[in-house]
């Protein structure tokens, strides 16, 4: 299934930009800071970090196991679909520790704080990386 791995890495490159459209769109309306309730950063890590935890689980289920599984039954299709669904889903999970910034720069909130939104999302994006299953080496 090489073609499922090429399509899973161009999805994951669409993600990858769109990180930096949403760098660019934030530089581009240069949104105004303003004192922001240090409440809303708090709770938006939190929420963050809460959702980093459960997309561990979940690509525990959706990515590890199915690439196990994989090495003894390469035409199990819907293993493959479970494979693909864990990795879009650590994509969008990724993403959106980024649009916890989004949300927080248009609150009026600094980029030192912003920025570690921004640096938490792309670092994620950047570790999980689709990576080819044994069967296709």
């Known amino acids: 299934m090489p073609s499922t791995l090429l399509i899973l ?3 994951h490159l669409a993600f990858v930009l769109a990180w930096f459209q949403f760098l660019f769109l934030l530089h581009f309306l240069h949104p105004p800071e303003h004192p922001v ?3 809303y950063p708090i709770v938006l890590a939190a929420v963050a970090i809460s959702s980093i935890s459960v997309c561990e689980r979940l690509r525990k289920q ?3 196991e ?11 299709q819907a293993v493959w ?3 693909r669904a864990g990795n879009i889903l650590s994509f969008a999970f990724a993403e959106s520790t980024m649009l916890f910034g989004v949300l927080l720069k248009f609150l009026g909130e600094s980029w030192k704080v912003v920025g570690m939104f921004f640096a938490v999302g792309l670092v994620l994006l950047l ?3 689709p990576r080819a299953v044994k069967v296709w080496r």
């Open 66 to 76: 199915p690439a196990v599984t994989l090495e003894t039954q390469p035409e199990n």
């Open 62 to 64: 959706l990515v590890h």
């Open 37 to 39: 309730p240090v409440a």
């Open 9 to 11: 890495r161009l999805v």
């Open 127 to 129: 570790v999980w990386t």
């Open 81 to 83: 679909n479970r494979w």
